[in-house]
C-alpha cells in the first residue's frame, strides 16, 4: 500500500525557518517525480514544487522561489521542502504528492501556520 | 501560466441524478509525448485530494465507474453518473503538460 506521511509543520513566526519532510513507503521511490502542493485555509489547491526522480531536475512556484526548496533522498525513500523567510501567506495545508505529471498518491497533509 | 476554469463553481445535485463540471484551459495540454496531462481530484470534507482521473479519461483503480472524464484539446469534463451522498466535496481539475502546473478554482458539489 502507498503511504505518504508529512511531518514538519507547526506555528512560525514570519522570517523564521521551517522543514518539512515526506516518508514515502510502499512503492520504489526513485520510480517517481515527486510534489509539494499546498492549500491556504479555505482555499483550492497550489502547486509548491516538485523534482525529478534522481533530483537532477527542480521546479519551484515563482511565489516561493529563492525561499523554497525541494530536495530528496532516495535512499531514506524521503521528499523534504526547506522553507525560509517564511510568509504569512505561506499559512497552508501542505501536502506530499506522488507523480508530477498525472499525480496519483497524496499524504494527508501537515499544516504550517505563520503568524506572529 | 495556464488558466484552468471551471463551471459551474457550485452544483446542487439530487441523489441518483448525474452531475457534470467542466473544466476550460487558456492552452492546449497535449504534450510533447502525445498525453494529454488532465487530471480530476476529489476533496471530500476534512480530507486530503483523492486521485479520481488522469489523462482526460483514464480511470484510476478503485474508482467507481460512475466517474468518467471526456475532452480534448482544452475542454474537458468530468460527469458523475448516479450520484451518491459519498459524492460530496470539491472537484478540481489539474494541468500536468506546462510549469507551473496548475489547478481549476474547484466546484462544490452538495446533495440537493
Known amino acids: 500500500e502507498v503511504q505518504l506521511v508529512e511531518s514538519g509543520g507547526g506555528l512560525v513566526q514570519p522570517g523564521r525557518s521551517l522543514r518539512l519532510s515526506c516518508g514515502a513507503s510502499?512503492?520504489?521511490?526513485?520510480?517517481?517525480?515527486m510534489t509539494w502542493v499546498r492549500q491556504a485555509p479555505g482555499k483550492g489547491l497550489e502547486w509548491v514544487a516538485h523534482i525529478k526522480r534522481d533530483g537532477s531536475e527542480k521546479y519551484v512556484v515563482d511565489s516561493v522561489k529563492g525561499r523554497f526548496t525541494i530536495s530528496r533522498d532516495n535512499a531514506k525513500s524521503s521528499l523534504y521542502l526547506e522553507m525560509n523567510s517564511l510568509r504569512v501567506e505561506d499559512t497552508a495545508v501542505y501536502y506530499c504528492v506522488r507523480g508530477a505529471y498525472g499525480p496519483d498518491y497524496w499524504g494527508q497533509g501537515t499544516r504550517v501556520t505563520v503568524s506572529s | 501560466d495556464v488558466v484552468l476554469t471551471q463551471s459551474p463553481l457550485s452544483l446542487p445535485v439530487t441523489l441518483g441524478q448525474s452531475a457534470s463540471i467542466s473544466c476550460r484551459s487558456s492552452?492546449?495540454?497535449?504534450?510533447?509525448?502525445?498525453?494529454?496531462?488532465l487530471s480530476w481530484f476529489q476533496q471530500r470534507p476534512g480530507q486530503s485530494p483523492r486521485r479520481l482521473i488522469y489523462?482526460?479519461?483514464k480511470r484510476y483503480s478503485g474508482v467507481p465507474d460512475r466517474f468518467s472524464g471526456s475532452g480534448s484539446g482544452t475542454y474537458f469534463t468530468l460527469k458523475i453518473s448516479r450520484v451518491e451522498a459519498e459524492d460530496v466535496g470539491v472537484y478540481y481539475c489539474m494541468q500536468g503538460a506546462h510549469w507551473p502546473r496548475t489547478f481549476g478554482q474547484g466546484t462544490r458539489v452538495e446533495i440537493k
Open positions: 489523462e482526460i479519461s
Open positions: 510502499g512503492f520504489t521511490f526513485s520510480d517517481f517525480w
Open positions: 492552452q492546449s495540454l497535449l504534450y510533447s509525448d502525445g498525453n494529454t496531462y
